[in-house]
């Protein structure tokens, strides 16, 4: 066996001396790029579609010569493993062309054994290599920074007593909701709590900004334990016209052709002469249903609630949910034992669902005490 081995690289030391020696001769430029590997296509004396459909046709016309021979013998009661030499031809046929069929693309493969072990591999392969490492060394990205294993993330300056409640609220001393009414400073809460996230997670917060907020704002409505916020980007629909004045609509919003969609429709609105909005009442409803063992005791309810001097006593209690909820009325339906009862309030500039449906159980906890045997079925009938 004959066994071919790489020839060692030469060292640096014989490198320097053979540039050295070669300073003052004329550089001979050689062309070594590899040719092209060879395809399995480029060794067939046929094209490939052609040597496809060969087998094809050789590997269906033999297996139909072969079921016919079977069917034949069956018939004339012949061993089945007595063949001729015409089917010894045909069983080797559809051997060889089920092979082919399988890999299909096997010569490829073939070829490409072939062709590592001709004596040149060698060479070309190494060129190859070098090239590619050439190639990866031009467009190599440079490393990333080390990470620290403990980091330590300070957005702003932080002052020795900030530091002992930051400290105090990664050990869990201080809780993280009690900053605001600690301190009394939602803006330096919102910073001790973002430098505690930080150093608990290690991951930097410093992508979402914390300066240029109202956080007093927000205090006790509409987020709990802030530690930054993110910008939205803000899109415009119009004009709408609206009894009889124009309107831009501005949108704040992440999500793709909602603003082109309401502009289409604010442009439908305009070409057919604009529309005419009336507010007939401003609340939010919710409606319970409770149910009694008797019509009698649900009739009684009915009374109770829409009775004015029981008016105030409810409003009061389901005012208790929020300072911006107001009740407005009750209005009672009876269907044989249930009581469908709607509540009607105000939210101010809120949705208010929340806030109501609190009111309402503040106030279904109150009847319990003189109606012991009410039953809630459901909060919204």
């Not at 081995?5 to 790029?33: A, C, F, T």
């Not at 010894?88 to 072939?114: H, R, W």
């Not at 319990?368 to 009938?381: K, N, R, V, W, Y």
Request: some cysteine; aromatic content about 8%.
């Amino acid at each position: 066996m004959e066994i071919r081995r790489r020839p060692p690289k030469p060292s640096s030391s014989s490198v320097q001396h053979l540039h050295q020696s070669q300073q003052h001769q004329p550089v001979i430029i050689v062309d070594r790029s590899p040719s092209p590997t060879p395809k399995a296509s480029d060794a067939l004396p046929l094209p490939l579609y052609l040597t496809n459909g060969i087998f094809f046709t050789l590997f269906f016309s033999v297996a139909y010569y072969l079921l016919h021979r079977w069917r034949d013998k069956i018939r004339t009661s012949t061993p089945l493993h007595v063949v001729t030499l015409s089917e010894l031809a045909a069983i080797l046929s559809l051997i060889a062309s089920f092979i082919y069929l399988l890999g299909f693309f096997g010569i490829d493969f073939v070829q490409s054994v072939i062709t590592r072990a001709s004596p040149d591999s060698w060479d070309v392969e190494e060129e190859e290599e070098d090239h590619h490492h050439h190639h990866q060394q031009r467009f190599r990205c440079p490393p990333p920074a080390p990470i620290s294993a403990s980091p330590k993330f300070m957005d702003h300056h932080l002052t020795e007593e900030d530091e002992d409640l930051v400290t105090s609220v990664v050990s869990g001393e201080i809780p993280s909701h009690s900053l605001e009414s600690k301190l009394g400073d939602c803006y330096k809460a919102a910073s001790i709590r973002r430098e505690a996230v930080q150093r608990l997670t290690g991951r930097s917060l410093s992508g979402m900004p914390l300066d240029g907020f109202d956080y007093e704002s927000i205090l006790g409505q509409c987020c709990e334990m802030p530690v930054g916020y993110v910008q939205i980007p803000v899109g415009i629909a119009g004009p709408l016209l609206l009894n009889d004045r124009e309107y831009s609509v501005p949108m704040a919003t992440t999500e793709g052709c909602l603003v082109a969609s309401t502009n289409r429709g604010c442009k439908a609105i305009y070409a057919s002469g604009g529309a005419t909005a009336i507010l007939l009442r401003d609340g939010m409803t919710r409606a319970p249903v409770v149910r009694f063992p008797t019509a009698k005791r649900a009739s009684e309810l009915k009374f109770f609630l829409e009775d004015p001097q029981n008016f105030d006593t409810l409003a009061v209690v389901f005012n208790k949910s929020s300072r911006f909820a107001k009740l407005q009325g009750i209005q009672c339906s009876i269907a044989g034992k249930n009581l469908y009862i709607r509540f009607n309030c105000s939210t101010g500039d809120a949705m208010g669902m929340n806030m109501v449906s609190k009111g309402v159980q503040n106030v279904l906890d109150f009847l319990q005490s003189d109606f012991p045997d009410m039953e809630t079925i459901g909060l919204s009938g």
